[in-house]
């Protein structure tokens, strides 16, 4: 039985974007079914190429936000090489780049100029903070955009320094935000016709995360102050991380699950103390009610032991894993959150899987990422019409490029 389409096959989509937001986001379109044409502008290929373990011309980096796209390098310094981008545009759905603002325009490529091609296009270009306002211009970076939005303050203990977390939180969501964007513009597109330009940055990704201090600071501002409360959570009690044996567990106690954790903890005289009576109670009394806590997990000598009081009595709770125990879980195995793949060259590794899953069709496993300029043959033929001798004359002028020598060995 032939499985269902996918829910964006049929579209087709430009993707000049680079490192890891735009790409992330032209990734998942690619994986919802629309045919994705990676565009890269020299012999060498996108930086990220030489991140990761490596192997004739493909990264592990670079396969993880690119696979599941088609691959063409062409001279964009060259003006039949922008011709080509300008032949494509009218047979093209959406464009995402994700250059600093103003240099996509420079290149021939904005949206201005695309929109005259094709009114029905789609584009979306992400930035670090935007492409308009007084931040517009500051470098592409995640940490950039956290530490604007007031969230890099937040991550930490109270008496050090700020912390940065060890992976692109920002990039990644950022993303995932744009292909939704794309997604909503198709719809649109449907329903009136119009194309039209998205404007995703980094910036408003991480402050949209806040969860509940941007109200309560502008409604009592000098009063209220966010803090960084390293291991507990600044707004709720008990919540937070714990020694447990021969580990660390994450603990979460919402107010109707208090009875819970005492049964747990053989009911403590803890449980009728007047500071634990509320959460509010308790987070005037954060220290006293996680020295009691503390004191009952350091009963236990391993961590499996511990978790397993509090899930008898379904308190939420976690093992905090290390990344090799969380890729090796059974239940993210199982959904393929974790999945299996393979390159010609590098071999088989894991991959993060799609964060959602989808009733009619399946996710894929059997992924593929373009070397440099793999597929120009296959996308001058198919979008463009052109003729063998006209695709051997566009490599001779050095228009459409040949990947580079590729490595003889993973490193």
Sequence with gaps: MASAPRMLQGYRVLDFSHFVAGPTCAR????????????????????TRNFGVIADGMSTYYFQHNHSKLGIAVDLRNERGRELIYRMIPKIDAVVENFAPGVIAGMGFGYEMLRKLNPQLIMCSISAAGQTGPLSRIPGYDYVGQAYAGVTELIGEPDLPPVVPAMAIGDISTG??????????FLNRERTGEGQYIDASILDTYFHMHEIS???????????????TGSLHPNMSPCGVFKAGDGYIFLIVQQHEMPRLWRAMGDP???DDPRFATNRDRMRNNA?????????????????????ALEAERVPCAP???????MAHPHLRERQTVRRTRDRAIGEFDLPGMPVKFSGWEQRSDLRAPRVGEDNERVMREVLGLSDAEIAQLYADRILLRPMPAESAAH
């Design 288 to 308: 006293a009610i996680r020295a009691i806590i503390q004191e009952w997990l350091d009963r236990f000598t391993d961590r499996a032991a511990a978790l397993a």
């Design 269 to 271: 005289a803890a449980k």
């Design 176 to 185: 995932v935000a744009a292909a939704m964007a794309i997604g909503f513009a």
């Design 320 to 326: 905090v894993l290390k990344l090799e125990e969380a």
């Design 28 to 47: 998942i379109l690619a994986e919802m079914g629309a045919e994705v044409i990676k565009v890269e502008r020299s012999a060498e290929g996108e930086h």
């Design 214 to 228: 941007v109200p309560v600071l502008a409604l009592r501002p000098g009063r209220y102050k966010p803090k960084r």
